[in-house]
């Protein structure tokens, strides 16, 4: 059977084609009246997760500074108290290991921060960990990449939505 | 040609051992256990290999007959899915859930996607060039375009995993590995040209298309 070789004009106009047909949606999407929107879980985000590790107020030796902030989805009102539980390969240990995992409790501006040891690439990526797993909100896990892999310091933010 | 076959046969174990070792000295390394530690340098000796094994199948390397070539790239390619299997089992032990991400295509990472992308068509590759008698089959191109797309997506894996691996020698083993791979698909159909067309119905099965 004769099959003729893609040439360029084929190869431009699938291009075009699919470039169109993953952007549109995105652009025609309406505005979100609703005001702020939830932070979706981020794939991967809920590996190595250790339900009930304990609040400490530094994970390890320290060195490391991961931090964000905790507003609620629609008024973006900061929460306080929201309890983020904090995990990493490091230089002190895997992902799995329990010493590894921390949790901390966001301050009245909705802000936290975690003293932990530095982040080192497993898995192909430096990255971290963070989840909020408590009962008022809807579970959300992230898993932020670092961009520098010498950075001393990660931030991410929570946009929850209430359960 | 003594000089010669040295040199070829210099320049392809330093080719092969070079980002091996460099990857040893990875300040990483102390930050990981042993079976993580193998994981990962079974995946760079797999890389390696990948330079390795279309050079037997065309027989490039001086020195050596057909036959031994052959026989040292089946060698190769029990080593090389060895060597996967270690890469996996090694990720898998050491963290459970990013693998299973991985395999499932589920990964957040790009470079997964490739890795096991890669993994399924090597396995393929290799599960062929072991049925193919068997089989029946008497061409080894789909075996080649399986092993070949397989090195692309290592290719594309490991330039986008930040782990033990030195830049340098990892690039220039991946384009090592790429130049390989393209020659013997270039050699392949460069032989399957000159060879002239079978007459219809010559041949034990009637196929059109020969090896």
Same mark, same amino acid.
């Given at each position: 059977m004769f099959r003729p070789a893609p040439t360029r004009r084929h190869l431009l106009t699938a291009a075009g084609a699919s470039v169109l047909a993953a952007g549109l949606p995105g652009l025609v999407r309406p505005a979100r009246a609703a005001g702020l929107a939830p932070t979706p879980s981020m794939r991967g985000g809920s590996n190595n997760y250790r339900p009930g590790a304990p609040v400490v107020a530094r994970i390890g030796g320290g060195g490391f500074r991961m931090s964000g902030r905790v507003r609620r989805a629609g008024d973006g009102a900061p929460l306080e108290g929201i309890r983020i539980q904090i995990w990493a390969h490091t230089t002190e240990g895997h992902e799995r290991d329990p010493a590894s995992h921390g949790a901390t409790l966001t301050r009245a501006d909705g802000s936290f921060e975690m003293d932990m040891p530095q982040i080192v690439p497993a898995f192909g990526q430096p990255h971290g960990h963070l989840a909020y797993d408590g009962g008022a909100f809807r579970t959300v896990f992230l898993r932020p990449v670092m961009r520098d892999r010498d950075a001393a310091a990660l931030s991410a933010d929570f946009v929850l939505q209430p359960a | 040609?003594?000089?010669?076959?040295?040199?070829?046969?210099?320049?392809?174990?330093?080719?092969?051992?070079?980002?091996?070792?460099?990857?040893?000295?990875?300040?990483?390394?102390?930050?990981?256990?042993?079976?993580?530690?193998?994981?990962? =340098?079974? &995946?760079?000796? !797999?890389?390696? %290999? /990948?330079?390795?094994?279309?050079? $037997? +199948?065309?027989? @490039?390397?001086?020195?050596?007959?057909?036959?031994?070539?052959?026989?040292?790239?089946?060698?190769?390619?029990?080593?090389?899915?060895?060597?996967?299997?270690?890469?996996?089992?090694?990720?898998?032990?050491?963290?459970?859930?990013?693998?299973?991400?991985?395999?499932?295509?589920?990964?957040?990472?790009?470079?997964? =996607?490739? &890795?096991?992308? !890669?993994?399924? %068509? /090597?396995?393929?590759?290799?599960? $062929? +060039?072991?049925? @193919?008698?068997?089989?029946?089959?008497?061409?080894?191109?789909?075996?080649?375009?399986?092993?070949?797309?397989?090195?692309?997506?290592?290719?594309?894996?490991?330039?986008?995993?930040?782990?033990?691996?030195?830049?340098?020698?990892?690039?220039?083993?991946?384009?090592?590995?790429?130049?390989?791979?393209?020659?013997? =698909?270039?050699?392949?159909? !460069?032989?399957?040209?000159?060879?002239?067309?079978?007459?219809?119905?010559?041949?034990?099965?009637?196929?059109?298309?020969?090896p």
């Open positions: - | 040609m003594r000089l010669r076959t040295g040199l070829a046969w210099g320049g392809l174990a330093a080719a092969l051992c070079l980002p091996l070792a460099l990857a040893t000295a990875s300040p990483l390394m102390q930050w990981r256990g042993p079976v993580y530690v193998t994981g990962c =340098l079974a &995946g760079i000796a !797999a890389l390696s %290999l /990948l330079l390795l094994q279309p050079l $037997l +199948a065309s027989n @490039r390397m001086p020195g050596l007959s057909p036959r031994q070539a052959r026989r040292l790239h089946r060698l190769g390619g029990a080593v090389l899915a060895g060597a996967v299997g270690l890469h996996v089992g090694g990720l898998w032990i050491t963290s459970p859930p990013d693998m299973i991400d991985a395999l499932l295509f589920a990964a957040p990472a790009a470079f997964s =996607l490739w &890795g096991v992308l !890669a993994f399924w %068509l /090597l396995a393929a590759a290799v599960i $062929l +060039a072991a049925l @193919r008698h068997r089989a029946g089959l008497r061409s080894r191109r789909w075996h080649s375009r399986l092993a070949c797309a397989a090195a692309g997506g290592s290719i594309v894996h490991a330039m986008l995993v930040q782990g033990l691996m030195e830049p340098v020698s990892k690039t220039l083993l991946c384009l090592c590995v790429a130049a390989a791979g393209a020659g013997l =698909l270039r050699r392949r159909r !460069a032989s399957r040209a000159e060879r002239p067309p079978a007459p219809e119905g010559a041949g034990p099965r009637r196929r059109r298309r020969e």
